[in-house]
């Protein structure tokens, strides 16, 4: 159960990047209040992942999940480049991701 909470606090995190991007635009307060329940779920549920899922395990993959999901996010809905390395060094990302939970 742990991992699924760490999944979805990663997927979490990367609901609040992407409000976060969304109330830099429009500054509605909409927006703001979902890029807070986005990041306080995502912490809330990485807080009960590290009970037993060692803290630099946990940490990296929160982290490669919102950075690669961050990424994606920014290239489908808001326009940022699709170039090939991008997509290669966010494949790295979720890739070094597996392996540490393959390895933990």
Do not use: P, Q
């Not at 509605?28 to 060692?54: N, P, Q, R």
């Amino acid at each position: 159960m742990e991992w699924i909470s760490l999944i979805i606090a990663g997927f979490c995190e990367v609901g609040g990047v992407a409000m976060m991007n969304k109330y830099n635009n429009d500054r509605k307060w909409h927006s703001l209040l979902l890029l807070i329940l986005g990041f306080g779920a995502s912490f809330v549920l990485l807080s009960y992942a590290m009970e037993t899922v060692s803290m630099g395990t946990a940490y990296a993959i929160w982290t490669g999940i919102g950075a690669s999901g961050g990424a994606i996010i920014g290239m489908l809905f808001f326009g940022e480049s699709k170039d090939w390395k991008r997509i290669l060094f966010i494949a790295i990302v979720l890739s070094s991701a597996i392996g540490l939970k393959l390895a933990a």
